[in-house]
């Protein structure tokens, strides 16, 4: 198998493990979405929406309910930015593991690179079952810590604080079809978070190789010149021009990926804040034990989002200082000024961010576990009641708008990569 297939195989495998939520973009074999299994889960998800709005209105009497219902909003809000990012523009994120493997075949006679590319292929192998394996947890143990509570206390406990419409849910039949509804939905909710975000981390691990494969290009550069010198200058332009080629498909590759997926990061930062302080407020106040595993859930989506742009952008710099080691003074003049292009240009990489408001990396993580901490362990902590769990539950909704001005180095970061300084050379290199 060539390691292009391989890499393709990567994102088809996901796509498999999700087929039968009608979500399997990556199809080859059979009918790509919208199928009939498309709208059932579409179906779903609206149905679940609509609920937690219903609740919220239906319990605004009882502050507890009322902040568990929000909580189930701000699932739902999940739910359908993770379904809409699938499936409404399907040919954009089919593009993603075209342009993937287009990339490897490219440099599949490079064994550095094949090396590189096998590693990284092999972490997103090894560590999807782990992945799914904890989502399913999670989902499956708010559902089962519900069944345990109900037998426990003899009550009629849910996994999540909202009911359907139009029933009677403190009835058996009421409370029957409910837990019915959120069984089934479970079973679709840890498929959906487990595609969508594994999909992001597989989009980015793959970013991390080919940034790697733009160092080992340099590092062939330096090899050639320190061996051969700069005497045979159409090997040494073919080699400048494999350097320019790599970086403008990972600057393509990186583009196609905000564009896809910037929006849903920015929801999952400002959803996963919002229920993270309802949900420890709530487990405060009440010890609602599924508070616990919502807790675990939406801060790893908040460590997965951000983990994920952090490492990406530590491989940049660490590739940044092996580009500026290459022997590029052994080059002639004029092909001196065309590398210093290149290194000004690399310097110039995007970093990943949410709609261009959040960046995606570490410092930003620890920001928002900071503000968190600042918010749930506030003042009015110290004599917990319904009103001050009001009162810090609103207040999480200032957060997004307070990390506008955390962000890395105290700006927002540009999306768009600015080109060459010297466009001049660098149009005579381009392929």
Same mark, same amino acid.
């Given at each position: 198998?060539s390691l292009s ?5 990567v994102?088809?495998e996901?796509? *498999?493990s999700?087929r039968f939520?009608g979500?399997?973009?990556f199809?080859?074999?059979?009918r790509?979405p919208? +199928?009939g299994?498309?709208y059932i ?5 609206i /149905?679940? =929406?609509?609920?937690?709005i219903?609740?919220i209105?239906?319990?605004?009497d ?5 902040t568990?219902?929000?909580? +189930?909003f701000?699932?739902s ?5 993770k379904l809409s990012?699938?499936t409404l ?5 089919r593009?993603?593991?075209?342009l ?5 075949a490219n440099?599949?006679?490079n064994p550095g /690179? =094949?090396?590189i ?7 997103? *192998?090894?560590f999807?079952?782990?992945i799914f394996?904890?989502y399913?947890?999670?989902?499956i143990?708010a559902?089962v810590?519900?069944?345990i509570v109900?037998?426990a206390t ?5 996994p999540?604080?909202?009911?359907l419409?139009?029933?009677?849910y403190?009835s ?6 409910n837990?019915c509804?959120?069984?089934? #939905?479970?079973?679709?909710g840890?498929?959906?978070?487990f595609?969508?975000d594994?999909l992001i981390?597989?989009?980015?691990t ?9 160092a080992v290009?340099?590092?062939d550069?330096?090899?050639?010149l320190?061996i051969?010198?700069?005497? *045979?200058d159409?090997e040494?332009?073919?080699?400048m021009k494999?350097?320019?080629k +790599? &970086?403008?498909m990972?600057?393509?590759f990186?583009?196609?990926l905000h564009r896809r997926?910037?929006l ?6 400002v959803?996963?804040?919002?229920c993270?302080?309802i949900?420890?407020?709530v487990l405060?106040?009440a ?8 807790i ?11 983990s994920?742009?952090?490492v990406?952008m530590?491989r940049?710099e660490d590739v940044?200082?092996k580009i500026? +080691?290459t ?9 001196q000024k065309?590398?210093? =292009?290149?290194?000004q ?6 970093e990943?961010s949410?709609l261009s408001?959040?960046s995606l990396n570490f410092?930003t993580l620890v920001?928002?576990?900071? #503000?968190?901490?600042n918010?749930?362990f506030?003042?009015?902590?110290n004599?917990?009641?319904?009103f001050s769990?009001?009162?810090?539950c609103?207040?999480?909704?200032d957060a997004p ?6 962000t =890395?180095?105290g700006?927002?970061?540009d999306?768009?990569v ?6 001049g &050379?660098?149009q005579?290199?381009?392929h």
């Amino acid at each position: 198998m060539s390691l292009s297939v391989a890499c393709f195989d990567v994102f088809l495998e996901l796509s *498999n493990s999700v087929r039968f939520t009608g979500c399997n973009v990556f199809e080859q074999e059979f009918r790509i979405p919208p +199928t009939g299994k498309t709208y059932i889960t579409g179906g779903l998800v609206i /149905v679940f =929406c609509i609920m937690s709005i219903t609740s919220i209105y239906r319990f605004a009497d009882t502050l507890e309910n009322l902040t568990l219902a929000i909580l +189930t909003f701000g699932l739902s809000i999940q739910a359908i930015v993770k379904l809409s990012m699938i499936t409404l523009n399907i040919k954009t994120v089919r593009t993603v593991p075209v342009l993937a493997s287009e990339f490897v075949a490219n440099f599949e006679n490079n064994p550095g /690179v =094949c090396e590189i590319f096998r590693w990284y292929i092999d972490i997103c *192998n090894r560590f999807r079952k782990y992945i799914f394996l904890m989502y399913v947890g999670t989902v499956i143990g708010a559902t089962v810590c519900s069944l345990i509570v109900t037998a426990a206390t003899n009550s009629k406990a849910l996994p999540f604080g909202a009911v359907l419409p139009l029933i009677d849910y403190e009835s058996d039949l009421g409370y029957a079809m409910n837990y019915c509804y959120f069984t089934v #939905l479970t079973v679709y909710g840890a498929y959906g978070l487990f595609a969508s975000d594994y999909l992001i981390l597989t989009c980015m691990t793959i970013a991390c190789a080919q940034v790697d494969t733009i160092a080992v290009t340099c590092e062939d550069l330096s090899q050639y010149l320190e061996i051969f010198g700069a005497e *045979n200058d159409e090997e040494v332009t073919d080699l400048m021009k494999t350097i320019i080629k +790599t &970086h403008q498909m990972h600057i393509r590759f990186m583009k196609l990926l905000h564009r896809r997926f910037s929006l849903h990061s920015f929801v999952i930062i400002v959803s996963s804040m919002i229920c993270i302080a309802i949900a420890s407020f709530v487990l405060i106040k009440a010890f609602w034990i599924n508070g616990i595993l919502m807790i675990v859930l939406f801060f790893w989506q908040l460590v997965t989002v951000f983990s994920a742009g952090g490492v990406y952008m530590a491989r940049v710099e660490d590739v940044q200082m092996k580009i500026n +080691t290459t022997s590029w003074h052994l080059l002639p003049v004029r092909k001196q000024k065309m590398f210093l =292009c290149i290194i000004q240009n690399f310097q110039f990489i995007a970093e990943p961010s949410a709609l261009s408001l959040f960046s995606l990396n570490f410092q930003t993580l620890v920001k928002v576990n900071n #503000l968190e901490n600042n918010l749930i362990f506030s003042p009015h902590s110290n004599y917990i009641s319904y009103f001050s769990v009001l009162e810090n539950c609103l207040s999480i909704l200032d957060a997004p708008f307070q990390l506008l001005g955390l962000t =890395c180095n105290g700006r927002r970061h540009d999306t768009q990569v600015k080109g060459l300084t010297n466009q001049g &050379h660098y149009q005579h290199y381009r392929h």
